[in-house]
């Protein structure tokens, strides 16, 4: 028979292990800190009814989206964000929530978008989203979780990172009182690529909808943000649109962004709408300052109807999403790729004399002390263990002995003694601490 | 526009906080077990080339994969298991491989099976192998990892969990001197029914297939397990099939497993053959003694030649899988749900003269110490925030206070004082440890 080649869809990747660790350690950091608020997951199927992924219909959406008829004839498509299996979620299960219902997603979605954009066609999106709250609380629940859980993935501290945060509301009133206000779905799109195409293209498209003076007057009131700081950002948006429910919402969060001390993460931006119209509140997007040439790695707002399309109770909320692929894209540049995990802290050699059995029986008194132990499992001489050692990262190896342990020190290439399992842990323990070189990668070069 | 009925396929679910946290805690312990030992995990895409998948092409499987034509016009499918998509990774990545390479993979497949017996279509799988390594220590590491990874799920000890384990080579020796060899793929696909069907049914089959004699011999063979200690039942196999290679390594495992203390999780049992033709060494399933109805709830093998399809390189390793769905459904059996995870530690309760920023900024103090906290978003009287607390099976509700912090023990009805966040923490984190006693549900019953 001849063989197939192995080989993947374009727009999709395996995972290897430095990588798939990396990701794993994200999310566990991700979900940490979502818990840490307590905030509950959920989960839902790839898999649904195409009617309901796809209930609105239209769009550049409906054109990426995998979708097929099953075995049993049903036409079914695989969902293409978290947001609309989340709404469908809470309709069906409404009577089983509680509001203000804090949930998160962390899961993978589908779309067979135009790869040449260095886009993937697997991505895992990472939603958080607090339902049936429609106070001020709740919008500075998500923007603060955002703020830490972003410090803490990013470990940079917030000074390396900015929010930027605006309201729907303040914006539509611009339109309102320019007559525009019926085009402002049109008008949000194309101000939603300034960050892409830059300013005098953005002005030339609302040029086309609005005419060249009314554009100009949009283009002045969402650069009122340039001038940074948030008091008087805020006083000159005022003065432009007049005060508000928004303006005194914004006005809010800003005292509570104080009370938390996390002024530095936070800027008012009028420029920023998102492109969706679902959304009526505040908006947000967050960047690295280190790296704003890869736009924003969270985003969100505030939405008055989630369940529109599958109820008719009108449910509102607040939420964000995290794109970790972009992210981990971002923090490997950041850092490079050379603070690939380790994957054990330590491995025990092999050994004439000391058969698997005990040899794993002494893996585990170390495992119960955690500290992760791979046991090498063929008998070769101590320097060709030391060498797989090196070359997957790990930065011990164990020599068990009778009355005495030997820990060989990769990194240092030096033996150190230990009389027993407890000492022998203390110097692991020890050294993993103090350990900041980053370690070798998992695969070769 | 009329409303689209809130409902998911048949087959699949949705996962509500309660299960989707109880299913991650599994996961969590699971992962951690496999780091212990120094696997590492991999990740794959959950849609690749139909050809990729289904080289083989035929049989139960292919009916029920879920195949269609993507946007491109690619012939493509969704993973039916790991194994496969494994096997297509270590061919497609064997470069960049050092062996042995010990990886776990854990995440959803789909088959369109009949859900009518009892089966989702959408399922998780957790599999853990050793590729490149064909000793007895690889086998055996795998053995210890099952048994190590099913007793810190289950949380029952070694006592509770039976992994049944036997050698394909001593079967087929067995056929072989009766002359049956060339029909042994037939014969394997027919015992593998014994759990589910019993004795006089696959007695039956047998007969159709190798005669009345033949089929009363092999039954003779499979029961010699039914004695129970391992040595004794090894002892018969012997002098029934003779002395080989598979009983000589059946011989060493036993010994590893004495060495490691853990004979009372294993039984030798020729009665386990795994009905998939891919296997060339040990098999082996396990249950638990309190559940066998459920059936084995992690099985596996040794095989020789894993990416035949993609690679001439012939890769032999060891491996197991745990079927999530099923243990999680065994375990909610074995203990009811009222074991429910906790979904957080404390909640601040939401008073008047504390903002939200002010709230957040105490809950912080609590986080960092461990504690996940809640912050309730609307002022609401005490009792009605208690009451909250009691439905989400949250243990304590902090009201905040200048000088003081009051701390109501939902359970016990009780109000506690401490002077501040440091004995506030030190007295829910000692409740957490004392408790034992399940949490509420999160969901309304």
Known sequence: MPLIEPRVLKGFRDFLPPQELERRNMIAKIEGTFRS???????????????????????????????????????????????????RFTAEHRSEL??????????????????????????????????????????????????????????????????????RGLFNRLLDSLGAGNKSVEILRQIDKLGKTGKDEVRKLLEDITGREQAGKILDFISLGDEGDFDRVLEKLKAAAGEGEDTRRLETLWKYIKDTGTEESFMLDPSITRGLDYYTGIVYESFLNKLPGIGSVCSGGRYDNLAG????????????????????AALDELWGTGRRPTYADAALACIEGWGPGKTQALAEQFRNRGISCEVFLEIRKPVQQFMAAEKKGIPWVIIPGDGVLTLRNIEGRKNNEAPDVEAAAA??????????TPATPYTKA
Chains 1, 2 share one sequence.
Not at 309 to 328: M, N, P
């Open 37 to 87: 608020f307590g905030f509950v997951p959920i989960d839902t199927p790839a898999l649904e009814y195409a009617q309901v992924l796809l209930g609105k219909g239209g769009g550049e959406t409906e054109k990426q989206v995998y979708r097929f008829t099953d075995q049993g004839g049903r036409d079914v498509a695989l969902r293409f964000d978290l947001t609309v299996p989340f709404a």
């Open 427 to 436: 110097l692991i323990m020890g050294a993993k601490q103090d350990r900041t």
């Open 98 to 167: 509680f509001l203000p219902f804090k949930r998160y997603h962390i899961a993978k979605v589908w779309r067979g978008e135009n790869t040449q954009r260095g886009r993937y066609r697997e991505f895992t999106q990472c939603d958080f989203d607090i339902v049936g709250s429609d106070g001020a609380a709740a919008d500075f629940e998500i923007l603060f979780m955002m703020q830490k859980t972003l410090g803490i993935l990013c470990g940079t501290g917030e000074k390396d990172l900015t929010i930027r945060l605006n309201h």
């Open 309 to 328: 399309l599958y109820s008719k109770e009108k449910l509102c909320g607040v939420g964000a999403s995290i794109g970790l692929d972009r992210l981990q």
